[in-house]
């Protein structure tokens, strides 16, 4: 994340609040409960994108985690295509070998 975007959400969020305020203010609820509420707003979407977060890191489907699998299967591809068809065949035939090994098991 860059310095901007972090400086974006940041106002947004801050904007988001102010928002609240007015709105409930508009509403007719006083000025403490709409202070509570718009506070009570914010806590709870800031619980929700805590909890968000949380999943995507546990499930490793964040951003670095989606680029490091796509850098390595690129490098294996390339690795790949840089063999020999004599190695390449014997890479296979060991893999045949531990298949049969691994079925015996």
Do not use: C
Not at 2 to 22: E, K, P, T
Not at 80 to 100: C, D, G, R, V, Y
Request: net charge neutral; no cysteine.
């Amino acid at each position: 994340m860059r310095r901007i975007d972090a400086i974006g959400i940041g106002l947004g969020i801050f904007v988001a609040g102010g928002s609240a305020y007015v709105l409930l203010r508009l509403v007719g609820v006083d000025n403490l409960e709409a202070g509570t509420w718009s506070q009570v707003l914010l806590f709870v979407g800031l619980i929700g994108w805590l909890l968000s977060y949380g999943f995507r890191a546990v499930g490793k489907k964040m951003t670095y985690h989606k680029q490091r699998e796509q850098y390595e299967q690129a490098y294996f591809q390339k690795r790949l295509e840089e063999l020999s068809p004599e190695e390449l065949a014997k890479i296979q035939a060991e893999i045949e070998q531990e298949k049969q090994v691994g079925n015996k098991e």
